[in-house]
Nanobody, 115 residues
Framework: QVQLVESGGGLVQAGRSLRLSCAAS????????MAWYRQPPGKERDLVAQ???????NYADSVKGRFTISRDNAKNTVVLQMNNLRPEDTAVYYC?????????WGQGTQVTVSS
């Protein structure tokens, strides 16, 4: 019912920036929560940042001050601006939304940060 498509991943040097975008499509209305998760190699999937329909945000301690999450409700899009990237930020990043009390996941986009 809800399809999520991520874009913007890639390979960058440490200290550079990337902008991830996730577009939600389908027969949907207002999305309650939009979020980004990531899964480093050999690690568990963890929450990076989330934003509610009222604009409230929450960040993981490891990215606070470097990453910024935002959303465009009219376009059902969530963006993760990642600045001052570090090698430990290397992971597959997943878009996630909460809509009508159900969770939906994107397929993930690879972010690799070289030293």
């Amino acid at each position: 019912q809800v399809q999520l498509v991520e874009s913007g991943g890639g390979l960058v040097q440490a200290g550079r920036s990337l902008r991830l975008s996730c577009a939600a499509s389908g027969s949907i209305g207002s999305i309650n929560v939009m979020a980004w998760y990531r899964q480093p190699p050999g690690k568990e999937r963890d929450l990076v940042a989330q934003i509610t329909n009222r604009g409230g945000t929450n960040y993981a301690d490891s990215v606070k001050g470097r990453f910024t999450i935002s959303r465009d409700n009219a376009k059902n899009t969530v963006v993760l601006q990642m600045n001052n990237l570090r090698p430990e930020d290397t992971a597959v990043y997943y878009c996630n939304v909460l809509y009508m009390f159900r969770r939906y996941w994107g397929q993930g986009t690879q972010v690799t940060v070289s030293s």
